[in-house]
């Protein structure tokens, strides 16, 4: 089956304590990316790449990092979590866009995060 | 000014009846443009894209007003199943920047 998959779903920590949220797509999507989305602010996207060892900040990348070391997985990582990042997450893949063309999104189940 | 406007709602209609939903959004360099649906605490998924020309997918339709930087979606016929978020989402070029709005919400009544 066709899918993005996320770990956890969801997770409770406290302010400081690193933790790694994974996505996983299995469709060979070259475009991977991770956006956060809260109460009146919608999907704000955090980072994208475009392919592997190939990746860039999007509208809110404060406080994150990324890395694309293979096609199918592309790790979000909190180095130092703070309550504002309380946030629920998702990743989503995609063919490249051939020129202008903006391909299908297909989002992962999302990571509900809370930061004491 | 958001880059993509939305009413988000909530839109309360009967079941059967026909609701549209409009989008606004603020950069002309925006080149395409969907339609996502949004369940209750679940992923986006696609519902359609909106071409120039407009289209129509079943009781569907999406329309495009580039002068007027508008997008609309038509449900006719509405289900109890079309209860979801619907997000208008744009972009500048392939898939660097895809821009969201924050959706309108619609609830389909028995």
């Known amino acids: 089956e066709a899918q993005v998959t996320q770990n956890p779903r969801y997770l409770i920590t406290v302010t400081g304590k690193k933790l790694t949220v994974t996505c996983s797509q299995n469709?060979?999507?070259?475009?991977m990316s991770w956006y956060r989305q809260d109460p009146g602010l919608g999907l704000r996207q955090i980072y994208y790449s475009m392919n592997v060892e190939v990746t860039d900040k999007g509208d809110v990348p404060e406080g994150y990092k990324v890395s694309r070391k293979e096609k199918r997985n592309f790790p979000l990582i909190l180095e130092s979590p703070s309550p504002n990042q309380t946030s629920l997450y998702f990743c989503?893949?995609?063919?490249?866009?051939?020129?202008?063309?903006?391909?299908?999104?297909?989002f992962g189940p999302g990571t509900r995060l809370t930061v004491l | 000014r958001k880059e993509v406007e939305q009413d988000p709602g909530p839109f309360n209609v009967p079941e059967g009846a026909t609701v549209a939903f409009n989008c606004t959004y603020s950069?002309?360099?925006?080149?395409?443009f969907f339609w996502y649906r949004q369940d209750c605490r679940k992923e986006p998924k696609l519902l359609m894209s909106?071409?120039?020309s407009g289209n129509e997918d079943g009781r569907f339709t999406a329309q495009l007003n580039r002068a007027s930087q508008y997008i609309s979606l038509l449900i006719r016929d509405s289900k109890l199943s079309d209860s979801a978020t619907y997000l208008c989402?744009?972009?500048?070029?392939?898939?660097?920047?895809?821009?969201f709005g924050t959706g309108t919400r619609l609830t389909i009544i028995p």
């Open positions: 989402v744009t972009s500048n070029f392939g898939n660097e920047k895809l821009t």
């Open positions: 469709m060979n999507h070259e475009y």
């Open positions: 909106v071409y120039s």
């Open positions: 989503a893949s995609s063919f490249e866009g051939a020129g202008e063309f903006t391909d299908t999104q297909y």
């Open positions: 950069n002309s360099a925006s080149q395409s």
